[in-house]
Each structure stands twice: as C-alpha cells, then as structure tokens.
C-alpha cells in the first residue's frame, strides 16, 4: 500500500527505512507513517485526532534515544509537542464532551443537570475544529525531520541499549508517583504523559511474550484512561469556572460531580500503578532481557 503526504503518493526517499536488527526500527517508521497519513485526511476532528496520537508514540520513542543522538531527539520531542499544543483548542471541546457524558453516564449528574451544563458551556465559547491547514507546513517538516532521523536513532538502538533506556523510563513512571498530590491536576498530568510514553514503549517487546505483553499493554492503557478522564474533567473544570458567574442550578452540581470523580479516578489510577510499577527497575530490566534472550534462542 503506497504512503501518502497531504494526499499525494510519497516519495521513495520518504519511504519506511527496512527494519533493523533490534525492535526499535520498524516502530518507529510504523509512527512516522501514522502522522504522514493523517496528514492526508479530510475530516479536521479525525485528522487531529490521528496525528496527535502518532506524535504521542513518536515523542515516546524518541524519549529511549540517547548516547550521541540525545539532543537531536530532544529537540525533535520539543518540537513535536510544540506543535501538538497548537492543536489542542479542538481537543479541549471534545475533552469537555467526553468529561460530561462520563459525569451522566456514572451517575454524578443528572441529565437535566447534563442537557443544561453542555448548552451552557458551548455557549460559552467552544473551540473551532480548523483541523491541520494553519500548521501544515510545520507538520510536514517535522514529519519528514522525523523519517530521516529513523535509520540513524537505530542505527544505534541495539538490544542492550533499549533495555537500559526502556529500564530508565521504567524507573520514571514509578519515581513521578512519590511526588503526585492527588488534588494537583498539574502533577497527574505528568504522571499521565509519563505512562503515555510507557505504553508505547512497551510494545516494543510485547511481542517477545504476546500473551503477558500485550496484556500489561493494555493495563497500561486503562491506566491512561483514567488518569486522561481526570485531565479531561480538569479542562471542564476550567471552562466551568471561566463562565460568568450566575445562580444555574446546574452550576454547584457539576462542581460536585467533577471533584467527586476525580477523586474516585485518583484512587483507581493510583492502586493500579503500584500493580503495574511494582518491580525495581533492575528487576524490570533483568525480565524484559529474558524475555528478549528466550526469542532470540528460539530463533
């Protein structure tokens, strides 16, 4: 299946590099290929939406690259978030959407009170959807930076360096929970960018046990998931407290309603971590080398 740029078939010097030895090349190529394609696409939501999510499994792979690389990663990673917050006007409309059909869906808020909340709020100023075209050449470019920059990263990235990178970011996610005040917004959605970058990293070897891989993969995406609908009711928090104030009956019910579930989210979230961050991350990396060393006898 050809690739596409803005629409148009890509050329051969944009294509996939092959895959190298180590687990780390055909991923990255496969994230660059995700933002080129929704580059071509049509509808401005879903094309927001996609290429943000490959910008989040990009970022997170150039999060593991280090040695004489680093700083070209970071600067990528940089640049790459710079322009993703560009983005986020069209994501805070759907994030406050989502935050309150959470609210009615588990019963924190009435629908009436919902009905009246959504009219009040939109009213309010919601976020045109103007999809890529005003960031367009500055998504290109970075699209293009990042396929040219694949073969070199791994180039380098053999196995014994993305053990250790993987165990580095490992050690993180589990280091940014010791300073999480669970009524700081600010600081779980550190934790939350952390496990983000955990999760895509984690597929990197998922494959070398599918069953316990792919299974830890999606603990780790239902921890996101929670910790993302607690960011999600923090935007509604601050649209709701951006209105001018009033007497909506609405109002003090929809306050309650996101401080009560955020505090249930809070406790889910935190009890799964520690399942999931259990091992030191010398004992993570001493497995996930097993794991990777039974593939390679095996083959």
Do not use: N
Not at 164 to 179: I, K, N, P, Q
Not at 180 to 205: F, N, T
Not at 268 to 281: G, N, Q
């Amino acid at each position: 299946m050809s690739e596409t740029v803005h629409g148009r078939p890509a050329s051969a010097d944009t294509l996939p590099p092959a895959p190298s030895p180590t687990e780390f090349a055909g991923p990255f190529a496969q994230a660059a290929g995700e933002a080129e394609a929704a580059l071509g696409l049509e509808d401005p939501v879903r094309a927001v939406h996609e290429l943000r999510k490959a910008f989040k499994r990009l970022r997170a792979l150039l999060r593991l690259i280090g040695g004489e690389h680093r700083d070209e990663a970071k600067a990528l990673r940089a640049a790459l978030g710079e322009v993703a917050r560009r983005l986020a006007g069209a994501r805070d409309t759907q994030a406050r959407r989502d935050a309150l059909a959470d609210l009615a869906a588990k019963s924190y808020l009435t629908p009436a009170a919902h009905r009246a909340a959504a009219r009040a709020l939109a009213a309010g100023g919601a976020h045109e959807a103007v999809g890529l075209a005003p960031h367009r050449e500055d998504l290109t470019a970075l699209v293009v930076a990042c396929r040219e920059a694949g073969p070199r990263f791994a180039a380098r990235m053999d196995r014994s360096a993305l053990l250790r990178a993987l165990r580095d970011e490992y050690a993180r996610g589990r280091r940014l929970v010791r300073s999480i005040d669970p009524g700081d917004p600010e600081s779980l959605h550190e934790l939350r960018k952390a496990v983000v970058a955990q999760r895509y990293q984690m597929e990197l070897v998922s494959e070398a046990w599918p069953a316990l891989g792919k299974l830890w993969v999606a603990e780790l995406q239902r921890l996101r998931d929670k910790l993302g609908k607690h960011q999600d009711l923090a935007v509604l928090a601050a649209e709701l407290a951006a209105l001018p104030a009033g007497r909506q009956s609405w109002r003090q019910p929809l306050t309650d309603a996101i401080a009560a579930r955020q505090a249930r989210l809070v406790l889910s979230a935190l009890r799964l971590h520690r399942r999931l961050f259990a091992e030191t991350p010398r004992a993570f990396r001493r497995r996930l080398k097993v794991y990777l060393k039974a593939v390679s006898e095996k083959e």
